[in-house]
């Protein structure tokens, strides 16, 4: 009998080894056909211009407009997630902390909100743009993609706070302090490299989405200046580039994807490098 279980464990431990560097070896392998790709095509121009007349034909320029714009609207829905998502996750874990069925019920919506397709974000925002009669602009963008990330944002920071001992938040309470004391100066301390992981997972999902701004941020080869004035945004650039005939311009959508890679792998890690410098912080 023994025998058999050490059999079936060191298959199932075989099998996790093979899914684990498997997704491993998929995820490198998209970035090093993005990188291979990109790096040709990639130029000091792509970044620091903006496109000219005839780029997506071929013509001079860059994707500083879609680099900025994507920044822009990532940076503005990311505030907005953190105004409402940071005091939504501290309510559920402090004063909803007895009411079980309340604070599942809520965890299942958000789960669900999380796992709409962003593209029904997208035609949400767009029908929110018609019943306010707003045109394609960033601030459309920035308000979609707001509801986009806002989900994400909350439950991130929710598992963050449902991990932290149950006896700091009765402790907080028994010296008096009231709740809002307790939400903010001991659970959200406690649980502050999880909100800075939170943020930035949620950046990260935002300047990274396509279909969700496809319809309300519009497109345009200028730096916007207001919220009203439509932006562009990376994954839009690398989409209408791909679908150019002409191998140059679909060159650069490569390189353009290799922009946003980098991007998102700085993002990434400087979440990993937050999270853990805040976590020994907290500890001492």
Known sequence: MNRWKIIEEKIFIALSAIATYSLIAVLGLIIVIVFVKGFNALSLDMVIKTPKGGYYYGGEGGVLNAIVGSIYIAFGATLIAIVLGMPAALFLNVHLVRHKKTQETIRYLLDVLWGIPS???GAFGF????FFGLNASLLAGIITVALLVTPIMVRTFDEVLSTIPRGLHEASLALGSTKAETSYK?????????????AL???GRGIGDAASVLFTAGYTDLIPVNLDEPAATLPLAIFFQ???PIPEVRERAYAASTILTIIILIISLSARFLSNRYSKTNIK
């Open 186 to 198: 001991v659970m959200l301390k406690q649980g502050f490299s999880g909100f800075i992981t939170a």
């Open 201 to 203: 997972l949620a950046f």
């Open 127 to 130: 029908t929110l743009m018609l």
């Open 119 to 121: 593209i029904v974000y």
């Open 242 to 244: 791909l679908g150019s």
